[in-house]
Structure formats: C-alpha cells, structure tokens
C-alpha cells in the first residue's frame, strides 16, 4: 500500500511540473454522448491562467423509459501532450432531474460527484475537438451509483 501511495504521489507532483500549452480564453460549443442513452450537453470553458479551466455544462438526456436533465460544473487541469494536443484532468459535480415514464417514481432529483479525464485537439481555427471519460457517483433514488459518460466534444473558441 505503502509503494502504491508513493508511486501514485511522484506521478502527480511530475505532472505539475509538464509544460503546458496556453489554453483559449473562452470556448463554447456541444458536447454529445452518455453512459446511457443518448445525451448533448451545452457547454461553455473559461481559462483561469495559463493550464487550468472552469468547464460548464447543461445538459439534456434521453434514454429507455426516462427523460432529463443536468447541470455539471468542473474545475480542469490542461497539459501539453504533443503540438495541438492537450490532455486534461478535473474534478467537479452537478445536480439533475430525471422524469420517468413508467415507473412507481415519477420524477428524481439528484447529485453527483464526477471525475473528468479527457484528450483535445486544438486547430489553427478556433475550433477544439475533444473526447473525454467522466466517472460520475450520484446520489439519488433513480441515480444511486457510478456511470461512466463518455462524450465528444465541438467547441469554438473566441
């Protein structure tokens, strides 16, 4: 246990000191994918400095027997991987409602804690693609436990 706290230790304190590439001021655009069903997020990226950003997202879902709804927000590290492409880490957490169409619930409110880990590709244009994977933990009656929201992204950047 020991070596695994210290290995997983020098990772991170290595990882602050890669050499990061400057992210866009602002950037805004969609964010199509879930962990099931269908969902599209709109979502929106304000740099805080030179390798870190706020991300926000509303989002709209779809899936076997329920409709919804989510609001997300994430704090995230960037880091140059190689030329235009980044990768990018964070944390965060939301809160949701879903309805439901037959069922003894009609409807749930929730929250939920999420993780986000994600590669980007920044163009010459200001057009960023990006595919991440996003655990989320919920707590709710409907969504009390761990998904797996895997989305891309289409961003324009200003």
């Known amino acids: 246990m020991r070596k695994l706290f210290l290995t997983t230790f020098a990772i991170f304190t290595g990882l602050l000191f890669v050499n990061a590439q400057e992210i866009s001021d602002n950037a805004i655009g969609l964010r199509i994918g879930d962990d099931d069903g269908f969902g599209t997020e709109i979502s929106y990226q304000r740099a805080l400095g030179d390798n870190n950003r706020l991300e926000a997202n509303l989002g709209w879902r779809s899936g076997d027997g329920f409709d919804g709804f989510k609001i997300t927000g994430l704090y995230q590290w960037v880091w140059e991987l190689d030329g235009n492409f980044n990768w990018y880490a964070g944390a965060g957490g939301g809160l949701g409602s879903y309805s439901f169409d037959n069922d003894a619930i009609d409807s ?9 880990i994600g590669i980007e590709y920044n163009f010459n244009i200001p057009l960023l693609l990006s595919l991440d994977f996003r ?22 950047q200003f």
Request: proline content about 3%; cysteine-free; overall charge negative.
């Open 108 to 116: 749930d409110t929730f929250f939920f804690l999420a993780g986000d």
């Open 135 to 156: 655990p989320e933990l919920g707590f709710g009656d409907f969504r009390d436990d761990l998904g797996f929201d895997i989305a891309l992204g289409v961003r324009y």
